[in-house]
T-cell receptor, first 116, second 116 residues
Framework: AQSVAQPEDQVNVAEGNPLTVKCTYS??????LFWYVQYPNRGLQFLLKYITGDNLVKGSYGFEAEFNKSQTSFHLKKPSALVSDSALYFC??????????????FGIGTKLQVIP | GAGVSQSPRYKVAKRGQDVALRCDPI?????LFWYQQALGQGPEFLTY????????KSGLPSDRFFAERPEGSVSTLKIQRTQQEDSAVYLC??????????????FGSGTQLSVL
């Protein structure tokens, strides 16, 4: 069974500082990894994805994520945090089978608080 | 439409009442997912459709939950004899045909169900 772990309920960072939101996964087969962001009273929005290739992927709003196969991690990063980045961040893993069936599993989310 | 549309936005039900939640996906999106998000938790998978076929309903918590997508577009999630533990935000997401599995999900704003 596939699973995603986000070990931190909340991450606090000062504006202008680099931020990291952690994610580890467990899946058999090739994982497709995603980060989504949820602002208050809004639906989840796609940030970035890792499929294959370069382990560092870049996404929306200046975010990037680093895939580490040996550590089964996919941490979200940003060099300089903005107050407007404060939101709930979800890591997700997607698995496809040969029959086209797919399942997307989400972590419990990490609340990012950027302090002015 | 421009995005995934869900209705109603809020629903208050008395315990034992039946409810129906609607999802109108992005035109052309073959894949449709339903998720349940309890307060402070990540989205929990309920069910997955590919066109009109319900390929996975393993996440439906009980036989009181039923989902359909008869014409491969609009989907309805029905909950019979609602219980207080059904109170949550129900999210619908759609995506393009799963050619590689890396297609991002587009989420609606959700239906917040409160069972009294």
């Amino acid at each position: 069974a596939q699973s995603v772990a986000q070990p931190e309920d909340q991450v606090n960072v000062a504006e202008g500082n680099p931020l990291t939101v952690k994610c580890t996964y467990s899946v058999s087969g090739n994982p497709y990894l995603f980060w989504y962001v949820q602002y208050p009273n809004r639906g989840l929005q796609f940030l970035l994805k890792y499929i294959t290739g370069d382990n560092l992927v870049k996404g929306s709003y200046g975010f990037e994520a680093e895939f580490n196969k040996s550590q089964t991690s996919f941490h979200l990063k940003k060099p300089s945090a903005l107050v407007s980045d404060s939101a709930l961040y979800f890591c997700a893993v997607r698995v496809m089978n040969s029959g086209g069936y797919q399942k997307v599993t989400f972590g419990i989310g990490t609340k990012l608080q950027v302090i002015p | 439409g421009a995005g995934v549309s869900q209705s109603p936005r809020y629903k208050v039900a008395k315990r034992g009442q039946d409810v129906a939640l609607r999802c109108d996906p992005i035109s052309g999106h073959v894949s449709l997912f339903w998720y349940q998000q309890a307060l402070g938790q990540g989205p929990e998978f309920l069910t997955y459709f590919q066109n009109e076929a319900q390929l996975d309903k393993s996440g439906l918590p009980s036989d009181r939950f039923f989902a359909e997508r008869p014409e491969g577009s609009v989907s309805t999630l029905k909950i019979q004899r609602t219980q207080q533990e059904d109170s949550a935000v129900y999210l619908c997401a759609s995506s393009l045909p799963p050619t590689r599995g890396d297609e991002k999900l587009f989420f609606g704003s959700g239906t917040q169900l409160s069972v009294l």
